[in-house]
């Protein structure tokens, strides 16, 4: 099976979070390939789609959107709380 390499990503885009880690990583831990200890059914996000290009265009997505919400957020006022 051959493998595919993903650079260039731009740091910034891991500053977005989900469940406390970078929406990146999130990604990457939940389409790993796995298999039920148990059972022996694997789980292979490969076979989600016809699209052989699937889970490289949604971490492309992903980065994407993890750009555009960090540059929203960091334009954003300060907040300013009353006490």
Do not use: F
């Amino acid at each position: 099976m051959p493998k595919i390499t993903l650079s260039g990503i731009p740091l910034a885009a891991y500053e977005y979070k989900v469940c406390d880690r970078s929406a990146i990583e999130w990604i990457m831990e939940r389409y790993q390939i796995t298999k039920h200890k148990e059972s022996g059914i694997l789980n292979d996000p490969n076979q989600w789609s016809d699209d052989p290009h699937y889970i490289i265009n949604l971490v492309k997505r992903i980065v994407r959107v993890s750009m555009e919400t960090v540059a929203i957020a960091n334009s954003l006022p300060p907040l300013h709380e009353l006490k």
